[in-house]
C-alpha cells in the first residue's frame, strides 16, 4: 500500500514562491503517473498538475500553467510542485495523488495524500 505525505506549504505574500514535496513510502512510483490537485475552502477539488511516470510528460490546469511546475525523482520516490508568482486566489489544501493517467485532468488516481496547506496573503 503506497503512502503519500505532502510536504512544504506554508503561509506567504503574493508574488512569493514554494516547492511542495510528496514523498511515498510502502512502494515505488516509478511506474505511477502523479498527480497534484487542489481544494480551497466551499470549493471543489480541482487538477492543477500531472506528470507521467519517466517526467517527460506534463499536463497542467489552464489557470496555473506557466506559474507552477511538477517534477519528479524517482530515485527520491518523491514528486515536487514549484509554485511561483503567488496569488491569493491559489490558496488551498493541495494533495498529491499516485496512480493515474496524466494525459486526462479527470482521471481517477488510486492513492492520495492527506493534503498541505498553502495560504497566499494580498
Known amino acids: 500500500q503506497v503512502q503519500l505525505v505532502e510536504s512544504g506549504g506554508g503561509l506567504v505574500q503574493a508574488g512569493a514562491s514554494l516547492r511542495l514535496s510528496c514523498a511515498a513510502s510502502?512502494?515505488?512510483?516509478?511506474?505511477?503517473?502523479m498527480g497534484w490537485f487542489r481544494q480551497a475552502p466551499g470549493n471543489e477539488r480541482e487538477f492543477v498538475a500531472a506528470?507521467?511516470?519517466?517526467?517527460?510528460?506534463?499536463n497542467y490546469a489552464d489557470s496555473i500553467k506557466g506559474r507552477f511546475t511538477i517534477s519528479r525523482d524517482n530515485a527520491k520516490n518523491t514528486v515536487y510542485l514549484q509554485l511561483n508568482s503567488l496569488q491569493p486566489e491559489d490558496t488551498a489544501v493541495y494533495f498529491c495523488a499516485a496512480d493515474g493517467d496524466y494525459r486526462s485532468r479527470s482521471a481517477p488516481y488510486r492513492y492520495w495524500g492527506q493534503g498541505t496547506q498553502v495560504t497566499v496573503s494580498s
Open positions: 510502502g512502494g515505488t512510483l516509478i511506474w505511477y503517473g
Open positions: 506528470i507521467d511516470w519517466s517526467g517527460t510528460g506534463t
